[in-house]
């Protein structure tokens, strides 16, 4: 298998652990769900405390030399931070709103990676790429559903603002991953700074978990560790305009657990949402392969 993936092109690379992340960040939110009524935070805690040991274990593993890489600090710090808030809010979305609706909003992240990219990285963004990236931000709406008295729906906004920090996350990975900074060490950052943040508030607000829940926030950090690592390998193998459509896989993995965990069907509008944002995403694939 290592032999094969050497000789794929880091595009297709991208593609692969793309897909793997959509995997393993449907099952963490299916697992977080499942986990109950408990604090978001302390979810949250509990997926970046198991990510973080994994990180750990794996750097030993690997053998590879911790270091900070020079000028890298203060995009860490921001991949850390935007991570930890999208991570809070994707969490309370997945608590309050239908599973395939929350990773739904969750996946608008592609569209703000390739934006942030535009901004942060000079990676050119062309009239029609921005007009596919508005033409998905609409079909968010018919998720968000906003209304006169907007605020009424503050549990989709909370998701569609965990969207929108995941893509700056996730062109704060690309830059890191184009000054060479390992990957490993990326998520063990991430996970880190997101304990030390959320620390304070489990310490005085601490609610008591059962062991099924305490075995489903394991889990949740186990399939979040891999999805952490998947998308942060795809953002360092490629541009996010050339793999982000993957990522919207993980909508498929999310409506069948949402079906079979929680009998969830998204309503008639959500469902023209999800067709507008793939229809979206695909043209923008196709775009840019006919612009190469």
């Not at 593609?15 to 979810?43: E, H, T, W, Y």
């Amino acid at each position: 298998m290592k032999a094969v993936s050497r000789g794929l092109p880091d595009r297709y690379k991208g593609i692969i652990c793309i897909v793997f992340s959509a995997f393993c960040f449907a099952f963490m939110n299916a697992f977080v769900r499942l986990s109950g009524d408990l604090p978001s935070v302390q979810k949250s805690f509990f997926r970046n405390f198991i990510a973080f040991f994994i990180a750990v274990i794996l750097l030993l593993r690997s053998g590879e030399r911790i270091h900070i890489v020079k000028g890298s600090m203060k995009y860490l710090v921001a991949r850390a931070a935007l991570g930890t808030l999208g991570v809070l809010c994707n969490f309370y979305a997945v608590d309050h709103l239908v599973l395939s609706d929350a990773s739904m909003l969750n996946k608008m992240s592609p569209f703000f990676s390739i934006l942030f990219s535009f901004i942060i990285l000079k990676e050119r963004l062309t009239l029609p790429q921005g007009a596919i990236v508005a033409a998905a931000f609409c079909g968010s709406l018919f998720i968000v559903k906003p209304t006169a008295d907007i605020f009424e729906n503050s549990s989709a906004l909370i998701g569609l603002l965990g969207g929108i920090c995941a893509g700056a996350a996730y062109a704060m990975v690309r830059v890191l991953g184009q000054k060479g900074v390992s990957k490993s060490f990326i998520v063990l950052f991430f996970s880190a700074f997101s304990c030390i943040v959320t620390l304070p508030y489990i310490i005085l607000n601490y609610e008591p978990m059962t062991l099924r829940q305490l075995l489903l926030l394991i889990g949740a950090g186990v399939a979040a560790a891999g999805g952490q690592f998947g998308i942060t390998s795809a953002y360092c193998y490629a541009p996010a305009k050339e793999i982000s459509v993957y990522d919207y896989s993980q909508l498929i993995f999310a409506m069948l657990l949402g079906f079979v965990l929680f009998g969830q069907i998204p309503d008639a509008l959500s469902v023209v949402g999800y067709v507008i944002i793939i229809a979206a995403a695909v043209v923008m694939f196709i775009y840019n392969k006919n612009k190469e």
